[in-house]
């Protein structure tokens, strides 16, 4: 094979992505695609708006009832700010959503001992509640100041294309214990979800309907249809009646008490919990949120400009946008959801999935989460998908599998003294846990395999191998003979290849 030119190795970089077939300004039609593709996001944006209320309300106190009114003010606010900062803020199509930072800060204020002390549950609840919402309102002002006093763009002028990239990598990365880990946690529709995902997103992603990528465009939706319907049958057919408790809510599809408890129409409106109170303390705590916020989110501006096809953002627009987002937390502190916000990054994945990165469609999945936040009964329908379904499209997403799966190996044993694989094969389960304990190995058998299945031959000068062709022999490079020769003439009696 001819030694390869120096213009087929070197990637000189491209102000916009190449290859989408939408970018940030041009739009699918109205007639179908561009909303199915608008409740495709909306979907996605529902596992970290049902997640954290229900990990945060039954420590405060909450009810079932109380639940579902913090998850729609959360939905209904993830839309108000998501159509102001694409059509004020970075103009991006990024979703703004809740934001797992501040769960720090408030399960610190759910532990004040004044507020513990409260017998009554919903009272405690509101109290809760109420001094959640005056730390956020507070701690706004962070974010606003520093982005509309372009204090921010000032910073932002020192960061380098080489010291984005692990902010960027580490947004998404950030997440995977939130990946395998909690697919194991059901493993009977976890992994079906994550392999239908990557058969439909990868492998299948050319097959075309009147001339449309449908699997490809549309994987995330018709993965999550199939496996939820699956994971429903499984629940009506008494799969999980005498199963552990823990197994039943991470499985079941009336688990979470969604459906029964939210009221058909209800709009969410500010200071609906109460009168906001103000303590230092928690403010102060709650800045922290708001800084690691900022940060995650300038990466992800980031990122979602370049799966847009757009240009980097410049430093102003960097900065407009950030202060919108201290609007946002400013109207969640407001409204009681429980969270400040930030870029979603699963949707911002969810752009680079599709190949779609129309400011269009983020606007669609606005509307959507405005409107079933509104409409309770059918909000809640939608919002009782297991986690553990969204767990798996988080390790596609983000490429969590070479991370998370050791990781969901380690949290096993520690727990439960054993690795997952235990069957009464000692040799057999030893031989798996150890395989998959290991990062390394992992990632190499899941590198190789996708490596050699995915558009291996069209992709061959993508994957480098042009370049590496000339090493594979000892004698395919001069300079091998250098670095490799065997001493004391020992070559003679192990020839080279």
């Known amino acids: ?129 109420r001094a959640v919402q005056g730390a956020l309102i507070v701690a706004s002002s962070i974010q606003i100041i520093l982005g509309y006093s372009q204090m921010w763009a000032i910073c932002s ?142 990466g992800a501006y980031k990122a979602a400009s370049r799966l847009a096809s757009a240009t980097p953002p410049p430093a102003h627009v960097l900065s407009r946008g950030i202060g919108w987002q201290g609007i946002g937390i400013l109207l969640n502190g407001l409204f009681g959801t429980l969270s400040g916000s930030t870029v979603s990054v699963e949707n911002v994945g969810l752009l680079g999935s599709t ?25 809640a329908l939608f919002a009782s998908i297991p986690f553990t379904i969204f767990a798996a499209v988080y390790c596609v997403l983000f490429g969590l599998v070479g991370l998370s799966v050791p990781e969901y190996f380690r949290e096993y044993t520690a727990k439960a003294l054993h690795g997952p694989a235990h069957t009464r094969g000692g040799w057999f389960n030893d031989f798996l846990n150890t395989i998959f304990f290991s990062s390394p190995t992992v990632a190499l058998l899941v590198a190789v395999f996708l490596d050699n299945t995915l558009d291996y031959k069209d992709s061959a000068r993508d994957r480098g191998m042009p370049w590496w062709v000339k090493f594979r022999t000892f004698k395919g490079d001069s300079r091998n003979e250098e670095f490799y020769t065997l001493p004391f003439n020992l070559n003679r009696f192990f020839p080279p290849s």
């Open 1 to 129: 094979m001819a030694a390869p030119k120096p213009e087929e190795i070197s990637f000189p970089p491209m102000d916009q992505l190449q290859g989408l077939e939408y970018c940030i300004d041009s739009n699918p039609s109205w007639a179908g695609e561009a909303i199915a593709l608008g409740f495709q996001h909306y979907i996605l944006a529902l596992g970290t708006a049902v997640m954290i209320p229900s990990f945060l309300v039954p420590l405060m106190g909450g009810t079932d009832g109380d639940k579902v009114r913090v998850v729609q003010a959360l939905l209904f606010v993830e839309g108000i700010n998501t159509l102001l900062q694409t059509l004020f803020g970075t103009r991006l199509p990024t979703v703004i959503g809740g934001s797992y930072a501040f769960m720090v800060p408030i399960i610190s204020i759910i532990h004040d001992t004044s507020l513990m002390s409260i017998e009554d549950n919903h009272v405690r609840f509101l109290n809760t509640m």
């Open 157 to 298: 002028r020192f960061f380098s294309p080489l010291g984005m990239v692990p902010v960027i990598a580490l947004v998404g990365f950030g997440l995977f214990d939130r990946g395998f880990p909690v697919v194991g946690r059901c493993v009977e529709i976890g992994i079906p979800m994550l392999i239908l995902f990557i058969a439909f997103s990868q492998y299948l992603k050319n097959f075309l309907t009147k001339q449309l990528p449908i699997l490809e465009r549309f994987a995330l939706l018709i993965s999550i249809t199939v496996i939820w319907a699956y994971a429903h049958l499984l629940t009506a057919s008494g799969a999980y009646k005498h199963r552990p408790e823990l197994t039943q809510l991470n499985c079941r599809t009336d688990k979470a008490n969604l459906i029964s408890s939210a009221p058909w129409i209800k709009i969410p409106y500010p200071l609906q919990w109460g009168a906001p109170t103000f303590d230092a303390g928690h403010a102060f705590g709650m800045m922290a949120a708001v800084l690691v916020s900022l940060i995650e989110s300038t």
């Open 355 to 379: 190949r779609v990165g129309s400011r269009r469609v983020i606007q669609i999945s606005a509307g959507f989460m405005i409107f079933f936040s509104i409409l309770g009964k059918f909000g």
